[in-house]
């Protein structure tokens, strides 16, 4: 005991027992929180989060709708058999072949086509990995790629981009995943943070208070005594004058949700794809059928054409000279019926289209002036005999 302490005790006067003060200041300053590990962003990681795996796939199916014709200045010409199954090899048709190539393009920046060639032209052009591929410059400057350890020419293989990047020296071509690296991993930074919340972080279950003072042993007796309690599912005697509140974060503090719909967003913006597609349409407004085709219209515009412009050059530079190859929109952009009858009505009504025009484009049988009669129908009478 302190001089201090034996004075005042001697004096009469009781000393009193310091009251017990939880340790709040340095409690757990560098683990208030889940632990942020450093995030890479790769194909895999990226696909992960819904977003981005919902966005590809719009754009894919979407790709997969649209045919692909060939026309010599404004004539349809017959697509040529490579392009009608371009990997004949696999049994890939032209739908897959595009969808495929459409995700190479998206998630690594870059397309392969392997082109296969007989005696007669094109036989086969089948997609090729983007990460078993390795492109290169020889000495003469012309560039050269490696597949499985093979060398083949730019001849042998069609290299598409999505994005060129801005590196005169760097020959591979960039996507978002390539271009946008900081908004997907805050993506998925925020994704762990979120799941790990309640494993790892310092948010109590439970707050036992109580308007006495407590020593740190009885205090952390108290707390021992109520988890034994609760892990046992019995009843809790609480003493002290302690009473529990229990903590609980809503679901939208939990997931932090406003801060995942604007990552959503930014994801919808960096592939094109209108955000009605991720499941978030303006809130207040219900999604139509009208302005469901405004979307469509949209995706393509934002999405798709992107894609759609440097696949239908490729193919193009495989077809003989003077042939090129572009995308049927005809039916991927179609007007729904309202928007279509009233835009016929207009031309019908100021003399720019006919009848038989507007039943041409509805894909509808020609419709006959005059109504046809009857065929004759011989009638037999029971009364006469029969030869």
Not at 94 to 109: D, F, V
């Amino acid at each position: 005991m302190a001089i201090r302490d034996r004075i005042i005790s001697r004096l009469g006067y009781e000393i009193a027992e310091p009251a017990f003060v939880p340790d709040t200041e340095n409690r757990g300053v560098a683990n208030t929180a889940p632990t942020r590990e450093a995030v890479a962003v790769t194909p895999t990681t990226a696909l992960s989060l819904v977003a981005v795996s919902r966005a590809t796939s719009v754009l894919e199916t979407a790709m997969m709708q649209i045919p692909v014709n060939v026309y010599r200045g404004t004539t349809e010409l017959p697509s040529p058999l490579w392009l009608e199954t371009p990997d004949l090899e696999n049994q890939i048709s032209q739908a897959e072949w595009l969808g495929t190539t459409l995700m190479h393009m998206a998630i690594y920046g870059n397309a392969y086509w392997h082109i296969q060639r007989g005696p007669r032209g094109i036989v086969n052009v089948r997609n090729l990995h983007p990460t078993d591929v390795t492109v290169a410059v020889d000495g003469d400057g012309k560039i050269y790629y490696t597949y499985y350890s093979k060398y083949y020419s730019a001849k042998d293989i069609k290299h598409l981009k999505l994005w060129h990047n801005p590196s005169p020296s760097y020959l591979l071509g960039e996507g978002p995943l390539q271009r946008h690296k900081s908004v997907l991993r805050s993506a998925l930074d925020l994704h762990n943070y979120a799941d790990n919340w309640f494993k790892i972080a310092a948010v109590p279950t439970g707050t036992l208070t109580t308007s006495e003072f407590l020593s740190a042993d009885v205090a952390k007796q108290n707390k021992e005594a109520f988890i034994a309690s609760q892990q046992e599912r019995s009843v809790a005697v609480l003493s002290s004058g302690l009473k529990y509140d229990s903590v609980a974060l809503n679901p939208e503090e939990a997931q932090f949700l406003e801060n995942q719909k604007y990552i959503t967003r930014q994801i919808a913006m960096m592939f094109g794809v209108p955000t009605m597609y991720l499941g978030m349409g303006i809130e207040g407004q219900g999604m139509t059928y009208v302005n469901g085709n405004e979307d469509r219209t949209k995706l393509f515009e934002d999405g798709l054409q992107q894609y759609i412009v440097r696949i239908q050059q490729a193919i193009t530079d495989l077809l003989p000279r003077g042939q090129y190859a572009e995308f049927n929109l005809t039916e991927f952009l179609r007007p729904n019926v309202k928007t279509r009858y009233e835009s016929y009505a207009i031309g019908l009504n100021n003399n720019f289209l006919t009848i038989p025009e507007v039943r041409e484009m509805e894909g509808m049988p020609e419709m006959l002036d005059t109504p046809q009669e009857p065929a004759p129908v011989d009638v037999v009478d029971d009364n006469q005999p029969v030869d």
